[in-house]
């Protein structure tokens, strides 16, 4: 189950701001942010009745749905600005790519991918791999780590969207390409 911070991780902009050796002696207050509350009170007024800009969400998925208001506002505004907005937008996308390729769902589907691909040279329709094997090839890779239970591997599996199977030998994954190809664009896995 994903805590509540991976939750809102994954439906908010995170950006770092770089280390500084100024210091800032004045508090954040209330008070002290009632000017830009006036100022957007202001906003919304002179434009109430007005709809936003219609454009498209300016990138894939939840990132999209998350900076399509503020380019709307952006276009509405500044639109002088959108273009730094923009370039924005495809850093954003290029950090979120290598957080996902470096995930615990891109290590799996790597295993998934080598395990099949190591038995077949060409496609599998729908066979069938085992969750206990899929496991092993991942301890196999965890040096000094601590070892992965094929339970906890089986569940990120079945959020991943892979079907399950129960045998009487234990749990499975059915293989289908067409479930694979978007997976391996999704986590950057070859």
């Given at each position: 189950?994903?805590?509540?911070?991976?939750?809102?991780?994954?439906?908010?902009?995170?950006?770092?701001?770089?280390?500084?050796?100024?210091?800032?002696?004045?508090?954040?207050?209330?008070?002290?942010?009632?000017?830009?509350?006036?100022?957007?009170?202001?906003?919304?007024?002179?434009?109430?009745?007005?709809?936003?800009?219609?454009?498209?969400?300016?990138?894939?998925?939840?990132?999209?749905?998350?900076?399509?208001?503020?380019?709307?506002?952006?276009?509405?505004?500044?639109?002088?600005?959108?273009?730094?907005?923009?370039?924005?937008?495809?850093?954003?996308?290029?950090?979120?790519?290598?957080?996902?390729?470096?995930?615990?769902?891109?290590?799996?589907?790597?295993?998934?991918?080598?395990?099949?691909s190591a038995v077949i040279s060409h496609p599998v329709k729908g066979d069938l791999l085992a969750v206990q094997?899929?496991?092993?090839?991942?301890?196999?890779?965890?040096?000094?780590?601590?070892?992965?239970?094929?339970?906890?591997?089986?569940?990120?599996?079945?959020?991943?969207?892979?079907?399950?199977?129960?045998?009487?030998?234990?749990?499975?994954?059915?293989?289908?390409?067409?479930?694979?190809?978007?997976?391996?664009?999704?986590?950057?896995?070859q």
């Amino acid at each position: 189950m994903q805590n509540l911070s991976d939750k809102l991780e994954s439906r908010a902009i995170q950006i770092n701001m770089p280390e500084t050796d100024r210091s800032f002696e004045n508090d954040v207050t209330e008070e002290g942010a009632l000017p830009l509350k006036e100022r957007l009170v202001a906003f919304r007024a002179r434009h109430l009745g007005e709809s936003l800009p219609d454009i498209l969400k300016p990138a894939s998925r939840r990132l999209g749905d998350i900076l399509k208001p503020l380019q709307q506002i952006i276009r509405l505004v500044k639109p002088e600005r959108e273009m730094v907005f923009l370039s924005l937008v495809r850093q954003l996308e290029e950090e979120r790519q290598t957080a996902k390729a470096d995930s615990y769902e891109a290590e799996i589907l790597r295993a998934v991918v080598g395990l099949v691909s190591a038995v077949i040279s060409h496609p599998v329709k729908g066979d069938l791999l085992a969750v206990q094997k899929i496991t092993d090839k991942l301890n196999e890779q965890r040096f000094g780590k601590k070892q992965l239970d094929a339970r906890w591997v089986g569940r990120r599996l079945k959020a991943m969207g892979f079907k399950k199977e129960h045998l009487e030998d234990g749990a499975y994954i059915v293989w289908i390409e067409d479930t694979i190809a978007p997976l391996k664009k999704r986590y950057g896995v070859q």
